[in-house]
Nanobody, 130 residues
Framework: DVQLQASGGGLVQAGGSLSLSCAAS????????IAWFRQAPGKEREGVSC????????YYADSVKGRFTISSDNAKNTVYLQMNSLKPEDTAVYYC???????????????????????WGQGAQVTVSS
């Protein structure tokens, strides 16, 4: 079975950093698109970042560009999201999700269709205090 395990959330002051991990299992980690979404209280879930194994292309929402970095370690079957210069508005539950196989590019269109991501991990709470 495909499983995604998110970890690394926590509480940090504004301006601080956190790193999230998404450990994947149950599929060959060489053909995927894995993304991070987030959902703040009372708001819709939104796409944050994505990485595709096909050509390594990445996507970032405008709100996180320059602050967040997505990366993957194929040897560890893990995708990371390094979050720097965190703001209170980054507070949300963060979810990792996988589109298998990873035929689609990570772009605005793909991130706008959450149903294309068949597999979801449990959420990781990120809280940024002001």
């Amino acid at each position: 079975d495909v499983q995604l395990q998110a970890s690394g959330g926590g509480l940090v002051q504004a301006g601080g950093s956190l790193s999230l991990s998404c450990a994947a299992s149950g599929f060959t980690f060489d053909d995927y698109a894995i993304a991070w979404f987030r959902q703040a209280p009372g708001k819709e879930r939104e796409g944050v970042s994505c990485i595709s194994s096909s050509d390594g292309n990445t996507y970032y929402a405008d709100s996180v560009k320059g602050r967040f970095t997505i990366s993957s370690d194929n040897a560890k079957n893990t995708v990371y999201l390094q979050m720097n210069s965190l703001k209170p508005e980054d507070t949300a539950v963060y979810y990792c999700a996988a589109d298998l196989p990873g035929n689609r590019r990570c772009d605005t269109q793909t991130m706008g269709v959450m149903t294309w991501f068949d597999y979801w991990g449990q959420g990781a709470q990120v809280t940024v205090s002001s």
